[in-house]
């Protein structure tokens, strides 16, 4: 790790001139990401901005009758919040199936969302990599890729991304809000990480020296009833091999509406927006399930070793959206 | 604008105020071990991958390890060796010490310095991956030996101490109950008279 | 004081104790190796090569010598010359590996090429990742199969090929064949304290202070590599935060060393978490095919059992997996074997349970197969084939209770309830299952001295170079040198960990209280004789020494093990793949039990383990690269809380009256076996077998793809 200077952000537009100044400055917030890049030797900051003690900490209604939740708020305080326990528990069960207690206490919002690949290419400097390496190459193909992505990614790169949070902040219709010192802008989640193409170096849409300061929720009445599971290789403080984040409203024996997001399976949280369409409309049976998810993993271009993740992924969405069928049956 | 690679801060720790200077590199974990002579946090893998390294930070548990010493100035922080008052042992050791929660010992201050945070985080009536229902109606979820694994579960312990350290956070959690119930009382008792 | 003649005291061995050390691990006054503070201290980081196999053309040291702090860059062309011509402990010759900085070679990745030293741990990191190595790279060949053509038999710590009568014939005569192939991934030791030490040279004498598995066993490596008097050497290692068996003498000692001599002043160099995936030993992969032949009533005819296990190109470790067979179960063709290949990989070593582990793990799950094509009782499968002496060696058992075992846990587990049919219980989104497994553990000893000082307050102070890596040894011993001595255990106090003490045998092998109990009860015995009533004791104490060399070698040779009875309910969804283990109960023959306290956590933390094995543990090599994939605590899984459910314990009586101290290990017996439980319930939960650990979801996911 080599020497850096450091600064404690005095306000939000003092951070963002820090950083529009320095393109080898960083900011920090929680550092769980971060620090161990540093370490590594993946990141190599000659700045890092401390922006943790900004006033983005808080979770507030807005005049729509959604939340908006600072970004600097930390996963704890995310999950443990009664709005978002109450009227997106979804989002608090993808928060808790993530890290630990611990780096959970330290882990903010925004740092969650920009938060790097545990690609073990990715985070060793000594292996060729084309996300921290552009052209360098995948040794991810030919190699150890049992936890790689099955949708949308590339011959550049079959990363994927390890927020659990953002795989339920997909499914949620969240919007991202960030400062440049050209002013404010926001971005759907959907649309905060471009397609992998051939660019897996450009991780997302912010534009250069963005401070993510916050991140919205539309009031959905379809998340009342949502859900969050994790599939991993220890029954917990493990990344998943799998994830589906759901919400499910269904009167009548029909699917009114419908939210699903993938997680574990792209460069990205996966908004499964082709399930989407096949359940809304159609009878609320496990078969629905079924072809919904089917649909959605048609396609699916599994590697020699994670063709696995595709009948997982099928029958976690079944469960997940079974489960919330019989919560609703209750 | 010029780059400082280094500064003075001043730690708080275990109730103590400690002036130094740092190189920014330096992390929370190190400036503890390697200038506070506080060795009780112990280093597993410096990559916030093992829990040894937990300490409370305002309260709060936390990964020493991932927080860099200059970050970490103002806040109020407490390790192994801030927990017990005046010789006295907190009851989350104690209980470890009598029912053996641990063999190596090298996990067991990051343990306890954890199991101190996820007692104060379920008494503040957070939810866990193991709860059943995390909508707030649905009430706090009761410390079952189900919920302190999960909550626990960023503390690894190689020798798999693990059944006995969950005995031993009952334990010390019952005994937490069990006066915070005696304090109730005490205090309804004073209202009566 | 004059001593006078005391009242016989309340036994202790036997007896709930809590640590004596308790204390200082709960309020982190322990200090471990790289807890030991000292003036001056350099720091150390180790580099470690970027290829598989080549030769070291250059070490650009000059720019790194420039940067802040940087004291010294240590590497094959100025480093202090060793010897590694010697045999160390029970004749094991050194593992070059750890003769660090030696030539230009590089024979695998992550092989130490220099060290940097710097005045802080940051200015050492970052010197140390400055550091640019040129090298000549060679092709290199790491992949490992269970037809390798280089192959060959090998002893290791047994000999290699044990065989009689006609496995052929015998099999071909067998009403019920089970013929199998099982796997077992590289995995990692990984006790929670990294390796780290600290030397320097004081008053003309080298001390080390590090974390290991026998300080006297690490001044003799020492004193061999570097040419000194073992006098010369003191190696201290008060607390140990685990060992697992990787904690022997290892490159960070001798780059400390080498640091130390030439900077004259304290070094310290502590490995990383990644690092220790190259430096600090694995359990090598395994490919272990076992044959089974029985009769009808499931009397086997035949058994082999051929394990192919990985070692290093420049020394040679034998997981010496198929050995199991050799004391827990008979044939009238009996044929086990252990080969090895050599590839361009770091030097595998000694892991909780070598050979046991993972040859139980196939073998158990053999026989859980014979047991459903005979249609009996796995249980009784194994009672139906108890030896009454050593299948192999023909010697009589010193106590083999292992049907005890079985008795007593199938009663306390609710085995006899257990219907045999698989894939029939279900809860939920899971289906249920539940197995069983025997196992085994050798009961040794080696020699050891010990010498105890009666003080002149009428206190006992033992001295003895044990280590207590995690397994309780201080107080075992602390409550074994009280009953000899007829004292109470406050009354004595036990110092371990310093090779002043003398040589004794490394906590070990599962034999190291067993030896330094003996050590300890013989010194005891003879300074009882001295303190007959009257003794005047001076003000320095009386102190006697004791060495059991001579004892251990009078010891009747005989097949002596500990024993134990696994059993595992898992649940496993199908959808997913996830399995959980419920509930586990072990029930051990072991010997006395010192301190029941601590020996549950020895058994259940064995058991754990082999849950760990069973479903998280493996390391994943790249064979681009040569490396493991991911080489860190967040790839590697070992089990954590949530993976551990309800785990017990227990024990039956297994007295040996024969034996002066009637100690058997427990620190290895508890994970034989335990993966294969788990395995067998998993078989029972799905109908489908899994012979390739670890049982992670996409296996059990394409193994049921495969079996519909």
Not at chain 1, 69 to 85: E, F, K
Not at chain 1, 113 to 134: G, I
Not at chain 1, 276 to 295: D, F, K, R, V
Not at chain 3, 481 to 502: C, E, H, N
């Amino acid at each position: 790790m080599k020497e850096f200077d450091y600064r404690k952000a005095p306000d939000v537009s003092g951070a963002v001139a820090l950083l529009d100044a320095d393109p080898d400055a960083r900011y920090l917030a929680g550092g769980t990401n971060l620090v161990d890049l540093m370490k590594s030797g993946v990141e190599r900051p000659a700045r890092l901005v401390d922006v943790r003690q900004l006033p983005l900490d808080r979770i507030e209604s807005t005049p729509d009758g959604g939340l908006r939740i600072g970004a600097t708020v930390t996963n704890s305080d995310l999950a443990a919040h009664p709005g978002i326990r109450g009227r997106y528990p979804v989002l608090t069960q993808a928060v808790l199936a993530g890290a630990s207690g611990q780096l959970r206490n330290m882990a903010t919002v925004g740092g969650n969302l920009l938060q790097r690949t545990r690609c073990a290419y990715f985070t060793d400097t000594t292996k060729p990599c084309n996300k921290r390496d552009p052209g360098s190459g995948c040794p991810a193909l030919g190699g150890e890729h049992h936890n790689h992505a099955i949708l949308g990614a590339s011959e550049s790169c079959v990363a994927v991304h390890p927020s659990d949070m953002a795989v339920a902040l997909a499914a949620l219709d969240a919007v991202v809000h960030y400062e440049t010192a050209d002013g404010r802008g926001e971005l759907p989640l959907d649309q905060l990480y471009p397609p992998v193409a051939g660019t897996p170096d450009r991780e997302t849409a912010l534009p250069a020296g963005a401070l993510i300061t916050g991140v919205s929720l539309p009031p959905l009445p379809v998340a009342a009833r949502s859900r969050y599971r994790k599939v991993r290789e220890r029954a917990s403080y493990a990344f998943a091999i799998g994830s589906v984040a759901a919400a499910l409203d269904i009167r009548d024996g029909i699917v009114r509406d419908a939210r699903l997001a993938f997680g574990a399976v792209a460069s990205r949280p996966w908004r499964a927006r082709t399930a989407e369409q096949a359940l809304i409309g159609a009878p609320a049976t496990a078969e629905t399930y079924a072809a919904a998810a089917e649909a959605e993993l048609e396609a699916a271009r599994p590697l020699p070793h994670n063709g696995y993740k595709v009948p997982l992924m099928r029958n976690l969405t079944v469960a997940v959206l079974s489960e919330l069928d019989e919560e609703a049956a209750r | 604008m010029g780059l400082s690679t280094s500064s003075v801060i001043t730690l708080h720790v275990n109730g103590e105020k400690h002036t130094l200077p740092v190189d920014h590199r330096t992390t929370l974990l190190d400036a503890l071990r390697e200038r506070l002579d506080l060795t009780g946090t112990k280093k597993g893998c410096d990559q916030g991958q093992c829990g040894a390294c937990t300490v409370l930070v305002d309260g709060r548990r936390t990964v020493a390890c991932l927080q860099f010493a200059v970050a970490a100035e103002g806040r109020e922080i407490t390790t192994i060796e801030g927990m017990a008052t005046g010789g006295r042992l907190h009851p989350v050791q104690q209980a470890f010490l009598d029912l053996d929660g641990y063999q190596c010992g090298y996990c067991t201050p990051g343990q306890i310095c954890s199991a101190i945070g996820m007692l104060a985080e379920h008494a503040a009536g957070w939810p866990s991956a193991a709860s059943e229902d995390v909508r707030p109606a649905a009430g706090p979820a009761p410390l079952t030996p189900e919920e302190i694994r999960e909550r626990m579960s960023g503390n690894l312990c190689r020798c798999s101490a693990y059944p006995s350290i969950v005995e031993a956070v009952a334990r010390a959690a019952d005994a937490d109950d069990a006066s915070s119930a005696a304090d109730t009382s005490a205090q309804s008792g004073e209202a009566a008279a | 004081m004059t001593t006078t003649a005391q009242k016989t005291a309340v036994r202790a061995v036997g007896t709930a104790h809590v640590r004596v050390e308790g204390r200082d691990k709960v309020t982190g006054a322990a200090r471990y190796a790289g807890d030991v503070p000292f003036t001056g201290l350099g720091y150390g980081w180790l580099v470690l090569s970027t290829v598989a196999r080549g030769r070291i053309r250059d070490i650009a040291s000059a720019p790194v010598l420039e940067m802040p702090g940087v004291l010294a860059v240590l590497d094959h062309r100025g480093a202090p010359r060793l010897n590694t011509d010697y045999a160390g402990l029970m004749g094991i010759r050194p593992d070059p590996t750890c003769a660090v900085f030696q030539n230009d070679t590089v024979p695998h990745l992550g092989w130490p090429v220099a060290l940097v030293v710097a005045e802080t741990p940051e200015q050492a990191r970052e010197a140390a990742e400055a550091l640019v190595v040129d090298y000549e790279v060679l092709p290199h060949d790491i992949e490992f199969h269970g037809d390798h053509p280089d192959s060959y038999p090998a002893d290791g710590h047994m000999p290699g090929v044990t065989d009689k009568g006609d496995l052929e014939a015998e099999l071909a005569a067998s009403a019920a064949v089970v013929d199998e192939e099982y796997t077992t991934p590289e995995e990692h030791h990984h006790p929670m304290e990294p390796h780290a030490a600290t030397a320097r040279w004081e008053d003309g004498r080298l001390e080390v202070v590090d974390s290991n598995q026998g300080a006297t066993w690490v001044v003799g490596e020492l004193a061999n590599l570097f040419s000194l008097d073992p006098a010369s050497v003191r190696v201290r290692s008060e607390h140990v935060g685990g060992g697992f068996g990787s904690k022997g003498v290892r490159a960070h000692q001798v780059a400390a060393v080498m640091a130390a001599t030439i900077l004259d002043r304290p070094v310290r160099v502590a490995l990383t978490r990644p690092q220790m995936f190259a430096l600090a030993g694995h359990r090598s992969p395994t490919v272990q095919r076992v044959r089974l032949g029985a009769d009808a009533d499931g009397r086997l005819r035949a058994l082999d059992h051929r394990s192919v296990s990985r070692t290093g190109t420049i020394y040679e470790f034998v997981e010496s997996s198929a050995g199991v067979a050799r004391t827990m179960y008979d044939a009238d063709a009996h044929h086990t074997e252990n080969r090895v290949v050599r590839l361009d990989v770091p030097s595998p070593t000694f892991m909780r349970a070598p050979g046991e582990a993972p040859g139980s793990f196939a073998l158990e799950t053999a026989l859980d197969e014979l047991a459903e094509k005979c249609g009996i009782d796995p249980i009784e499968l194994r009672l139906r084939n108890e030896p009454d002496k050593g299948p192999v060696s023909g010697l009589p058992f010193a106590g083999r209770n292992l049907r005890a075992c079985f008795e007593e846990g199938a009663g306390r587990f609710g085995w006899g309830r257990r219907d045999p049919r698989p894939r029939v219980r279900r809860d939920g989104r899971w289906l249920l299952g539940t197995g069983t497994a025997a196992a085994s553990f050798q009961a040794g000893a080696a020699p050891s001295t010990a010498a105890i000082t009666a003080e002149a307050d009428g206190r006992f102070t033992v001295r003895i170079s044990a280590a207590d890596i995690g397994t309780g040894a201080r107080t075992a011993l602390t409550l074994v040198a009280a009953d000899a001595l007829d004292a109470a255990p406050d009354q004595v106090t036990v110092r371990i960990g310093d090779s002043d003490f003398g040589p004794a045998m490394i906590a070990g092998g599962s034999m190291g209280t067993r030896s330094w109990s003996l050590a300890i009860t013989a010194a005891a015995t003879t300074l009882r004789e001295h303190l007959v009533p009257g003794t005047v004791i001076p003000a320095e104490g009386i102190t006697v020494r004791s060495d059991t060399t001579a004892q251990i070698a009078a010891l009747t040779n005989m097949e002596r093990h500990s024993y134990g009875a696994q059993f595992a309910e898992v649940a496993v969804d199908p959808a997913t793949g996830e399995v959980r283990v419920r509930r586990m109960l072990g029930v051990f023959a072991a010997g006395r039990i010192v301190n029941p306290l601590t020996a549950r956590g020895q058994f259940t933390g064995g058991m754990i383990w082999g849950i760990s094995m069973a479903l998280h543990e493996e390391a994943v090599r790249d064979p681009a690269f040569g490396g493991p994939v991911g080489a860190d605590l967040a790839n590697y899984h070992v089990a954590t809380h949530a993976d551990v459910p309800r785990v017990e314990a227990d024990w039956v009586d297994d007295t040996d009256p024969d034996d002066p101290v009637g100690i058997k290990g427990i620190g290895e017996v508890g994970i034989v076996g335990a993966a294969a439980a788990v395995a067998n319930a998993v078989w029972h939960a799905t109908g489908v077998r899994q012979r390739h650990l670890p049982i992670r979801p996409d296996r059990v996911l394409t193994a049921a793809g495969d079996d519909a």
